[in-house]
Nanobody, 123 residues
Framework: QVQVVESGGGLVQAGGSLRLSCALS????????MGWFRQAPGKEREFVAS????????YLGDSVKGRFTISRGDARDTVILQMHNLKPEDTAVYYC????????????????WGKGIQVTVSS
């Protein structure tokens, strides 16, 4: 069974930067697509970014394009979400997701999920 663990996050002022990391552990056979979603209070879970497990392809949600990037970490089965020019509307709990298929906007809630990590952007 795959475990997903997020780290990073915290409190930052608007315009600042934060870095989230996600690592898989457990029985990680094969390749996994990895991505990030977020959920703000009273709102639905929103796709943020993802990376293919089989190519260098990356995908970004419209609300974060030009500000966030996603990349593989140095360790196997890790992914980094680098967030720049953060806005108060980026405040949410961020969840890492791992699947054996592509992770795209509207692709459902399958795969393995982390417990989530809080990101708060003050104005």
């Amino acid at each position: 069974q795959v475990q997903v663990v997020e780290s990073g996050g915290g409190l930052v002022q608007a315009g600042g930067s934060l870095r989230l990391s996600c690592a898989l552990s457990g029985r990680t056979f094969g390749r996994y697509a990895m991505g990030w979603f977020r959920q703000a209070p009273g709102k639905e879970r929103e796709f943020v970014a993802s990376m293919s497990g089989w190519s260098a392809a990356t995908y970004l949600g419209d609300s974060v394009k030009g500000r966030f990037t996603i990349s593989r970490g140095d360790a196997r089965d890790t992914v980094i979400l680098q967030m720049h020019n953060l806005k108060p509307e980026d405040t949410a709990v961020y969840y890492c997701n791992a699947r054996t298929e592509r992770i795209l906007p509207g692709s459902g809630t399958g795969g393995s999920w982390g417990k989530g990590i809080q990101v708060t952007v003050s104005s």
